[in-house]
């Protein structure tokens, strides 16, 4: 082959190491945009960046030249200029590294530039095209080495390298023009093939998660038949005291979901099944034309430590679970419902619980006055007063199965959790928080308690190793919801040595004992230094 056309070969081959790439670059950012932060694909967001400056005149001659398919004119634009740029950053790399590196960086600050300017765009999504970036960085500079390597070696004749190596085979090897030739075809086949597939999938997973939010959006719910009454005095107004409903996007989010379910309301169907005499299948509107109500419930994590944040309330649209079992009449024996959500996970939930008329267990299709949010279930979830999430409160419901607990099994039974587990009731300071100095003087200890189906009677606090002091409560929401508490303490400078306690509305005080979460709960009182200077 003449010198002339094998350089031509190898400029070729290091456009391909950039176009490989640029497609690692994007299929990493668009696994990671699924994960933290949907609106960061850099594609999309660069393409709608264009469409923003691109002024009015040339979008009409867009419009006027490519009709409807003016946005998929762009797309296509777009990636042929991703596809030119990133060739040209694999000949830099090649001939003059690392400046093919540098150019990912710039391509990576782009997008980066062009994700966090577009509205609502939220606090991570700098990070998908930052790991993309730096995953296509590592592909083009592996690929490019073995490339120049190739080529070092190939223009250094054709002797063979048995001629003038050393005894070492390694270092005979590595001279080897034929391994470094295969090792590149590996690195880019390998590299070039998992892009497509994967950054296919993500994609396709992206657009169907933004749709549903769409459908979402459209969804309008039934105005409720009652609404939950908040009584007067069931909120402070205390700075760090955290608030009586917690707002949906702040509400703790628990699950084993790698991406959030996509589930149009309009395909969704709950089968009730398993030891039942009338198996039944509803749909969206089905349930929804049962009639909603409102409910005012605290949710709770087994995984809330001491004094943790794993827990919210929200006001809950949704259905009685006992009127839907009803439709399919459960059978005698039966004493448990495996509820399942459509990624597989499932909760073991005692049968009674979910019948009981004294408990409000609700399949929930609204959170806080919209439609639940994907994160929370959409568009049906299980939310049970009294019992943990992981034995209750499954989101993306698609089936209960009524059955027993000695024939079915939930997740979280074989990995170290209890089948059964209600609710320890607990108490939590918010403010003034450990770590956190107060002035000295007039400070006011506040925080919640919760007693899910038995309500809190009273909190008490004691301060430096005194005598227990009641604090004063919020009015109860109901006994499903927590509650506030305060206490005013004129605090010296210094240390200060505060322990939290609750009492429930059975007489009960609250366990003293420490317990870890695993296998049904944390317990134990928290005790707080707050220090005043
Ligand atoms: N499908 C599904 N539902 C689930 C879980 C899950 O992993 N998958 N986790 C449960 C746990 S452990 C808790 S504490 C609650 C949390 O609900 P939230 O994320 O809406 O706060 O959901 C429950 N429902
Ligand atoms: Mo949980």
Same mark, same amino acid.
């Given at each position: 082959?003449? *010198?002339?056309?094998?350089?031509?070969?190898?400029?070729?081959?290091?456009?391909?190491?950039?176009?490989?790439?640029?497609?690692?670059?994007?299929?990493?950012?668009?696994?990671?945009?699924?994960?933290?932060?949907?609106?960061?694909?850099?594609?999309?967001?660069?393409?709608?960046?264009?469409? *923003?400056?691109?002024?009015?005149?040339?979008?009409?001659?867009?419009?006027?030249?490519?009709?409807?398919?003016?946005?998929?004119?762009?797309?296509?634009?777009?990636?042929?200029?991703?596809?030119?740029?990133?060739?040209?950053?694999?000949?830099?790399?090649?001939?003059?590294?690392?400046?093919?590196?540098?150019?990912?960086?710039?391509?990576?600050?782009?997008?980066?530039?062009?994700?966090?300017?577009?509205?609502?765009?939220?606090?991570?999504?700098?990070?998908?095209?930052?790991?993309?970036?730096?995953?296509?960085?590592?592909?083009?500079?592996?690929?490019?080495?073995?490339?120049?390597?190739?080529?070092?070696?190939?223009?250094?004749?054709?002797?063979?390298?048995?001629?003038?190596?050393?005894?070492?085979?390694?270092?005979?090897?590595?001279?080897?023009?034929?391994?470094?030739?295969?090792?590149?075809?590996?690195?880019?086949?390998?590299?070039?093939?998992?892009?497509?597939?994967?950054?296919?999938?993500?994609?396709?997973?992206?657009?169907?998660?933004?749709?549903?939010?769409?459908?979402?959006?459209?969804?309008?719910?039934?105005?409720?038949?009652?609404?939950?009454?908040?009584?007067?005095?069931?909120?402070?107004?205390?700075?760090?005291?955290?608030?009586?409903?917690?707002?949906?996007?702040?509400?703790?989010?628990?699950?084993?979901?790698?991406?959030?379910?996509?589930?149009?309301?309009?395909?969704?169907?709950?089968?009730?099944?398993?030891?039942?005499?009338?198996?039944?299948?509803?749909?969206?509107?089905?349930?929804?034309?049962?009639?909603?109500?409102?409910?005012?419930?605290?949710?709770?994590?087994?995984?809330?430590?001491?004094?943790?944040?794993?827990?919210?309330?929200?006001?809950?649209?949704?259905?009685?679970?006992?009127?839907?079992?009803?439709?399919?009449?459960?059978?005698?024996?039966?004493?448990?419902?495996?509820?399942?959500?459509?990624?597989?996970?499932?909760a073991s939930t005692p049968l009674e619980a979910l019948t009981d008329d004294a408990?409000?267990?609700?399949?929930?299709?609204?959170?806080?006055?919209?439609?639940?949010?994907?994160?929370?279930?959409?568009?049906?979830?299980?939310?049970?007063?009294?019992?943990?999430?992981?034995?209750?409160?499954?989101?993306?419901?698609?089936?209960?199965?009524?059955?027993?607990?000695?024939?079915?099994?939930?997740?979280?039974?074989?990995?170290?959790?209890?089948?059964?587990?209600?609710?320890?009731?607990?108490?939590?300071?918010?403010?003034?928080?450990?770590?956190?100095?107060?002035?000295?003087?007039?400070?006011?200890?506040?925080?919640?308690?919760?007693?899910?189906?038995?309500?809190?009677?009273?909190?008490?606090?004691?301060?430096?190793?005194?005598?227990?002091?009641?604090?004063?409560?919020?009015?109860?929401?109901?006994?499903?919801?927590?509650?506030?508490?305060?206490?005013?303490?004129?605090?010296?400078?210094?240390?200060?040595?505060?322990?939290?306690?609750?009492?429930?509305?059975?007489?009960?005080?609250?366990?003293?004992?420490?317990?870890?979460?695993?296998?049904?709960?944390?317990?134990?009182?928290?005790?707080?230094?707050?220090?005043?200077?």
């Amino acid at each position: 082959m003449s *010198d002339r056309g094998r350089a031509a070969g190898f400029m070729a081959l290091s456009a391909l190491a950039g176009v490989v790439s640029a497609g690692v670059f994007l299929a990493v950012a668009e696994v990671a945009a699924l994960v933290v932060a949907r609106e960061s694909s850099p594609i999309l967001a660069v393409g709608s960046f264009v469409i *923003d400056v691109v002024p009015q005149p040339l979008k009409e001659l867009a419009i006027s030249t490519f009709g409807a398919y003016d946005k998929i004119a762009l797309l296509v634009g777009l990636g042929l200029a991703v596809v030119i740029a990133a060739a040209v950053a694999g000949v830099l790399q090649f001939l003059r590294p690392p400046l093919g590196v540098v150019a990912l960086g710039i391509a990576a600050a782009l997008s980066i530039a062009a994700i966090v300017t577009r509205e609502g765009a939220s606090a991570w999504a700098w990070l998908p095209p930052l790991l993309g970036a730096g995953a296509g960085a590592a592909v083009l500079v592996l690929a490019v080495r073995r490339l120049r390597r190739w080529a070092d070696a190939a223009a250094h004749g054709q002797r063979g390298p048995a001629e003038d190596a050393p005894p070492d085979g390694g270092a005979a090897a590595a001279r080897s023009p034929k391994l470094d030739r295969r090792r590149f075809f590996q690195i880019v086949g390998v590299a070039g093939a998992s892009a497509v597939v994967i950054g296919i999938a993500a994609r396709a997973a992206n657009v169907a998660v933004t749709s549903i939010a769409a459908v979402r959006r459209a969804l309008r719910l039934p105005e409720p038949r009652t609404r939950v009454a908040v009584p007067d005095g069931a909120e402070f107004d205390i700075p760090g005291l955290t608030p009586l409903y917690t707002p949906n996007d702040d509400f703790y989010r628990v699950d084993t979901a790698l991406t959030v379910p996509a589930i149009d309301p309009a395909t969704w169907r709950l089968r009730v099944g398993g030891l039942v005499d009338e198996p039944v299948e509803l749909s969206f509107d089905d349930l929804v034309a049962m009639g909603l109500d409102e409910y005012s419930i605290t949710l709770t994590c087994v995984s809330n430590e001491v004094g943790g944040d794993l827990l919210g309330t929200a006001k809950w649209l949704g259905v009685p679970v006992r009127d839907v079992l009803a439709l399919a009449a459960p059978r005698a024996g039966a004493d448990m419902v495996l509820s399942r959500s459509v990624d597989g996970f499932t909760a073991s939930t005692p049968l009674e619980a979910l019948t009981d008329d004294a408990r409000d267990a609700i399949l929930a299709v609204g959170m806080n006055g919209e439609p639940l949010p994907l994160e929370h279930g959409f568009p049906v979830r299980m939310v049970v007063p009294g019992l943990y999430g992981y034995v209750s409160a499954t989101k993306w419901l698609t089936e209960l199965k009524v059955t027993t607990f000695a024939a079915d099994e939930a997740y979280w039974t074989p990995r170290g959790y209890s089948a059964r587990a209600p609710i320890k009731f607990s108490s939590r300071l918010d403010t003034p928080r450990t770590g956190q100095p107060v002035a000295a003087g007039a400070v006011v200890l506040a925080g919640v308690a919760w007693a899910q189906t038995v309500g809190i009677e009273r909190v008490e606090v004691k301060i430096d190793g005194g005598d227990w002091q009641a604090a004063t409560l919020s009015s109860a929401v109901n006994d499903d919801t927590w509650v506030q508490w305060f206490l005013e303490w004129d605090a010296a400078p210094g240390n200060h040595d505060i322990v939290v306690r609750a009492v429930d509305r059975a007489g009960q005080l609250q366990v003293e004992e420490r317990a870890p979460i695993a296998p049904d709960g944390s317990s134990g009182w928290q005790r707080t230094l707050v220090r005043a200077e």
